[in-house]
C-alpha cells in the first residue's frame, strides 16, 4: 500500500465523526478558525490578527494526499504561540485566503500533547508538510478536539527508545513501552475544508460514499 493511499485512510479516520464528503468551497464567514481569524480571512489581515513579523519564513504547496490539489499554499512564520509552539503555517487558497492554520515546533524545545492515542497504520505527523515516519519502529499519535466547526487535530512523531522496541498488549497493537515524542504539530481545521477532503478522498479510495464569496479550491 502507498504512503498516499495510507495518509489518505488516516486523514478520513481523524475526520469522518467530525465531517461527511461534500464539494464544498462556499464561503463560511462565521467560522473562526483561530483566535480572530475566520474562514477566507485575507492572507494580509490574519497577519495583522496574529501580530507576525511580515517576513515570511517559508511558502510551499500544500502536497498532502487527499488535500485539494495543488490548490492549498503554506505560508510559515517564526513566533511564540500557544502551548509553547514557535512556528506558525497560515494554509492559504490560491486566492490569498486563510483556509486552516498549522502551529509547528522549529526548535527541539519539548512540547507535551495530552490526551494522545496510537494506530499501528499510522504515518502522518505534519498533514501540511507531508511529514511522515520514515521507520516502521517509529508511530505516530493523534489526538482531536472539536470547537463548533473546528476540529484541532495534535500529532507527534514517536522515536522509539533503542532499549525499548517490543510492543505491549495482548490479542491486537497497543503501542510503545517507552519512546520519545519530537516534531509536535497542531492543526486547526475547519468544517468546509474537512468536507472537501473527505469528498476527494472518496473519490480516491473505493467503496466510500461521497457524500457568496468562493474559495479557490478544486475538488477534483
Known amino acids: 500500500m502507498s504512503?498516499?493511499?495510507?495518509t489518505m485512510k488516516e486523514l478520513r479516520d481523524l475526520l469522518s465523526g467530525f465531517a461527511s464528503a461534500a464539494p464544498n468551497t462556499g464561503p463560511a464567514p462565521d467560522i473562526l478558525i483561530y483566535d480572530k481569524i475566520h474562514y477566507l480571512m485575507p492572507l494580509k489581515e490574519a497577519v495583522k490578527?496574529?501580530?507576525?513579523?511580515?517576513?515570511?519564513?517559508?511558502?510551499?504547496?500544500?502536497?498532502?494526499?487527499?488535500?485539494?490539489?495543488?490548490?492549498?499554499?503554506?505560508?510559515?512564520?517564526?513566533?511564540?504561540?500557544?502551548?509553547?509552539?514557535?512556528?506558525?503555517v497560515l494554509v492559504t487558497d490560491s486566492a490569498k485566503q486563510v483556509v486552516a492554520v498549522e502551529f509547528t515546533n522549529?526548535?527541539?524545545?519539548?512540547?507535551?500533547?495530552?490526551?494522545?492515542?496510537?494506530?499501528?497504520?499510522?504515518?502522518?505527523?505534519?498533514?501540511?508538510?507531508?511529514?511522515?515516519?520514515?521507520?516502521?519502529?517509529?508511530?505516530?499519535?493523534?489526538?482531536?478536539?472539536?470547537?463548533?466547526k473546528v476540529l484541532r487535530i495534535d500529532s507527534v512523531f514517536v522515536n522509539p527508545d533503542s532499549d525499548k522496541r517490543g510492543f505491549r498488549g495482548y490479542g491486537g497493537y497497543s503501542g510503545f513501552e517507552g519512546g520519545t515524542e519530537m516534531h509536535p504539530t497542531?492543526?486547526?481545521?475547519?468544517?468546509?475544508?474537512?468536507?472537501?477532503?473527505?469528498?476527494?478522498?472518496?473519490?480516491?479510495?473505493p467503496h466510500q460514499p461521497a457524500a457568496q464569496k468562493t474559495s479557490n479550491?478544486?475538488?477534483?
Open 49 to 88: 490578527v496574529l501580530g507576525l513579523s511580515q517576513v515570511v519564513n517559508s511558502t510551499i504547496t500544500v502536497s498532502c494526499p487527499g488535500m485539494p490539489y495543488h490548490s492549498l499554499f503554506g505560508v510559515s512564520f517564526k513566533g511564540k504561540f500557544e502551548n509553547g509552539f514557535d512556528g506558525v
Open 186 to 205: 497542531r492543526l486547526y481545521l475547519p468544517r468546509p475544508l474537512a468536507e472537501l477532503i473527505l469528498y476527494r478522498i472518496s473519490k480516491s479510495l
Open 106 to 148: 522549529v526548535s527541539t524545545k519539548k512540547i507535551t500533547l495530552d490526551r494522545l492515542s496510537t494506530k499501528k497504520e499510522w504515518v502522518t505527523f505534519d498533514f501540511v508538510n507531508t511529514r511522515t515516519k520514515g521507520q516502521d519502529a517509529a508511530m505516530v499519535r493523534h489526538g482531536t478536539e472539536t470547537y463548533g
Open 217 to 220: 479550491m478544486e475538488p477534483q
Open 3 to 6: 504512503d498516499g493511499v495510507v
